[in-house]
């Protein structure tokens, strides 16, 4: 057994999919239209589906604002320098809602960021968890 994917609704697919492509380097790995469901979905990643995790984006054409609720937390991600990619991202018009640096009490180093549907997204810097 392994997590195939994680599913996010989102109110604009196409701001939603430059957000993690510019921002976090992911790639569409498949996207499609259900005219009938009224629905798009893009899966987005690093790798192919078949050995990675990925992000499933999905739109709801009569939908264009969801109540996230407090039970979803965060994605995370791994990056080799949260710090340098906290500036790139912020250079690139991304907002950081939590500056990189120590989590208390911990060597973890991270940040968090959110998309432009309000989710947040974990940076964790490699070697520090």
């Not at 250079?91 to 911990?106: D, Y």
Request: proline fraction near 2%; charge should be neutral; charged fraction near 25%.
């Amino acid at each position: 057994m392994r997590i195939l994917h994680s599913m996010i609704r989102v109110n604009d697919l196409v701001e939603s999919i430059n957000f993690y492509k510019n921002l976090f380097g992911m790639k569409v790995l498949r996207q499609k239209d259900y005219p009938e469901g009224k629905f798009s979905l893009a899966f987005m990643g690093y790798g192919d589906e078949k050995t990675n995790t990925v992000i499933e984006l999905t739109h709801n054409w009569d939908t264009n604002n969801y109540n996230h609720g407090n039970a979803f937390g965060h994605i995370a991600i791994e990056v080799n320098d949260v710090y340098k990619a906290c500036e790139e991202i912020k250079n690139k018009g991304g907002n950081v809602v939590r500056e990189a640096g120590p989590m208390m009490k911990s060597k973890l180093l991270l940040a968090f960021i959110e998309d432009p549907n309000g989710y947040k997204i974990e940076l964790i810097q490699k070697g520090t968890f």
